[in-house]
């Protein structure tokens, strides 16, 4: 079945994308989120309302301009894009993650390594980001999870049957079909949903705690 309907190409896409992005927006959201929680600079909080109005923009929302924009970087039809696209979009939830787990670790323990000489980035290495690991799990699980779903942005920007994500090689099945294979559609559906699965009951744990500490709930 993998071969006949192309699933196994299409899951390898799907994890490659899914991977890359929550890697890459995690990467980018932690120094935002720790320089949100401890440095007072001017414009933080307008920094901080701008990353909260950014979650109210839906993607399809902005999808005819975003189409345009990858067809000038000569991207349109490649992971890429999708990975640049979707690590913007999780970037603002992610440092808002991360910025509220970062609260909720006392600010004495920053400063008792600071008075045995520890400077700012190794306060960061060996200080914060330990101490946070549940929350890193939390947010790179959620872009993980958003990037592996995701429909609209892939239907648009995609092309070749060989760069689909696993979404449209379900839909693929389906759609403009006279008749459905639907033992296939069913393996398809399973398959996409094990990934998901795993690292749900894998991370279950951190998330819990993680979006717990976030929230400011002990």
Known sequence: MLQRTDLGISLLNSLTVAISTA???????????Y???????????????VLLGSQMLAPIML?????QMVSGLGLTDTRLALVLLYSAFQVPFAVWMLRGYFDAIPIEIEEAARL?????????????LPL???????????AFITAFNEFVLAL????????????????ALTAGRYAVDWPDVMGAVLMASLPVLFIFCGFQRYMVRGLRRSLGVT
């Open 23 to 33: 890697v890459a927006s995690t990467l980018i959201a932690l120094p935002a989120a």
């Open 35 to 49: 320089a949100l929680s401890r440095f007072r600079f001017r414009g933080k909080r307008a920094a901080s309302e």
């Open 63 to 67: 999808v005819l301009g975003l189409s």
């Open 116 to 128: 045995d000489g520890a400077s700012r980035l190794r306060i960061i290495w060996s200080v914060a």
């Open 132 to 142: 946070s690991l549940p929350a890193v799990a939390v947010t790179a699980t959620f």
């Open 156 to 171: 648009t920007l995609l092309r070749s049957p060989a760069n689909f994500t696993l979404p449209l090689q379900v839909n």
